[in-house]
Each structure stands twice: as structure tokens, then as C-alpha cells.
């Protein structure tokens, strides 16, 4: 008798667990090997062009915010985070990929915003639950453009 209610409890459980999955699925899944993200997000090869916008826009990525970068027609430029030049020969193309999607998996206390990522935040503004910054192909554009910067 006891077992059996263990039993549906742990079943109630599962399935609760993965509704909450299911209703936050607004990501795709991805794997992390290593210190990266092996796998295109969509399977679509990124466009460097495009995702050089990504990188400037204000409304995208903001990356100038923090970083400066080789897109000398933007003015500011931040000086929190490393310059960009140069990055895709400090890090692997795998390695640029989970920066960009969650940098919180390789520094836990970076300021640095995950820009693939749809839940786990605190302080949301209404118009973000459920969504992240950067859709995927986004991510892969801006991923793009990133290994261009040797
Ligand atoms: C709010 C500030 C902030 C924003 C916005 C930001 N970053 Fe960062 N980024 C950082 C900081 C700080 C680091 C330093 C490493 C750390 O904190 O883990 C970093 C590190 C990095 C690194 C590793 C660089 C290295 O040489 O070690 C990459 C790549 C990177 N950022 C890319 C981006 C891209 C692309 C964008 C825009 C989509 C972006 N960042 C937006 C703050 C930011």
C-alpha cells in the first residue's frame, strides 16, 4: 500500500517536472561538451554580415556595451569585457557558442547576459518570460561573424 503511494507520487512528480519543461520550451536544446557547444543551434550556417548587426544593434545583442570591437562606424564601445578582436583565436568555435547562448556556464558570476536562454532569470520585465534575447539563428549569425575575428 505504501509503495503504491510512493509510487504515484513519484509519477505525479515526473509529470509535473516535465510540463515545466515542456511550457518553457521556447529554446531549442543543446548539448555541452566540454567547455562548448559542438552542434549549430539551427543547422543552418550562420551569416557573418548579419550577425555583425546582431553585434552593434542596441536592441540585439548590445555586445559594444561591454566589449569593443572592429566596427570602427559604431562610436561607443565598453571597456567592461575584453576586446572582441581577436577571439576566435583565443576560443574554439564550440567554446564561442555556449558564451554567447549562457556565459553563466563557464563564470557563474559574470555580468555578461545569457543571450540563448529563457528561464532561471530573477527580476524579468512581463515582456521577456519565456523568451530569450537572441533567437538561434541569431546566435548562430553573431557566431558567424565572431570567427571572423582572428
Ligand atoms: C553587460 C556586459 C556585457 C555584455 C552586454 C556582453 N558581454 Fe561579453 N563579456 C562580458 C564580460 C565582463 C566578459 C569577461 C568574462 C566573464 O565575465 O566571464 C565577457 C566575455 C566575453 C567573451 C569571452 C572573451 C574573452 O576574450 O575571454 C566573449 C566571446 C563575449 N563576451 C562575447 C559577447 C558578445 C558576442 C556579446 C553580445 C551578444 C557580449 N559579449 C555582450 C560582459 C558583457
Not at 505504501?2 to 505525479?12: C, D, F, Q, Y
Not at 567547455?35 to 546582431?54: E, F, W, Y
Request: include cysteine; aromatic fraction near 6%; charge should be positive.
Amino acid at each position: 500500500m505504501k509503495m503504491h503511494r510512493l509510487i504515484g507520487a513519484a509519477a505525479i512528480v515526473a509529470a509535473s517536472i516535465s510540463l515545466t519543461l515542456v511550457a518553457n520550451a521556447g529554446t531549442v536544446s543543446y548539448q555541452i561538451v566540454d567547455d562548448g557547444i559542438p552542434k549549430s543551434l539551427t543547422g543552418t550556417a550562420g551569416n557573418a554580415q548579419a550577425g555583425r548587426k546582431v553585434a552593434y544593434n542596441r536592441k540585439t545583442g548590445n555586445c559594444l556595451a561591454c566589449h569593443k570591437a572592429p566596427i570602427p562606424e559604431q562610436q561607443f564601445h565598453g571597456e567592461i569585457g575584453p576586446d572582441l578582436k581577436g577571439v576566435a583565436s583565443r576560443y574554439s568555435e564550440a567554446e564561442l557558442r555556449l558564451r554567447i547562448v549562457d556565459s553563466k556556464k563557464t563564470n557563474s558570476d559574470t555580468i555578461m547576459p545569457a543571450f540563448y536562454r529563457d528561464t532561471g532569470f530573477t527580476r524579468l520585465q512581463k515582456k521577456w518570460v519565456g523568451k530569450s534575447i537572441l533567437k538561434a539563428q541569431e546566435v548562430e549569425d553573431l557566431l558567424a561573424y565572431l570567427m571572423t575575428l582572428k
